[in-house]
Nanobody, 124 residues
Framework: VQLQASGGGWVQAGGSLRLSCAAS????????MAWFRQAPGKEREFVSA????????VYSNSVKGRFTISRDNANNAVYLQMNSLKPEDTAVYYC??????????????????WGQGTLVTVSS
């Protein structure tokens, strides 16, 4: 099983980036998929996820209205469109997959598969 995250880079505040997460060895539509991030010196935090039940999306308050999670079942991939980026969005972003999660979707411990991370740097 492998999750390959990509799309990170450097961008000025107010700019946009689109992160991708490609999966091999598992079928993403059968899992709860999420994005987390970890800034330097801070703990890993939840960013966004697809709720397995009903396909609804969940966002942290810090990114709601600016980030959009989407999925492409045909290509077995998940994306994170990030708009209006802020310096505080600077972090390594990780995609994660977990067996269908019906409660505690924001808890990183419930996700069994992780990508290697992609660095997003937002300058002011």
């Amino acid at each position: 099983v492998q999750l390959q995250a990509s799309g990170g880079g450097w961008v000025q505040a107010g700019g946009s980036l689109r992160l991708s997460c490609a999966a091999s060895g598992l079928t993403l539509r059968s899992y709860t998929m999420a994005w987390f991030r970890q800034a330097p010196g801070k703990e890993r935090e939840f960013v966004s996820a697809f709720s397995w039940t009903g396909g609804s999306t969940v966002y942290s308050n810090s990114v709601k209205g600016r980030f959009t999670i989407s999925r492409d079942n045909a290509n077995n991939a998940v994306y994170l469109q990030m708009n209006s980026l802020k310096p505080e969005d600077t972090a390594v972003y990780y995609c994660a997959a977990g067996r269908p999660i019906t409660s505690g979707i924001r808890m990183s411990s419930l996700y069994g598969y992780w990508g290697q991370g992609t660095l997003v740097t937002v300058s002011s």
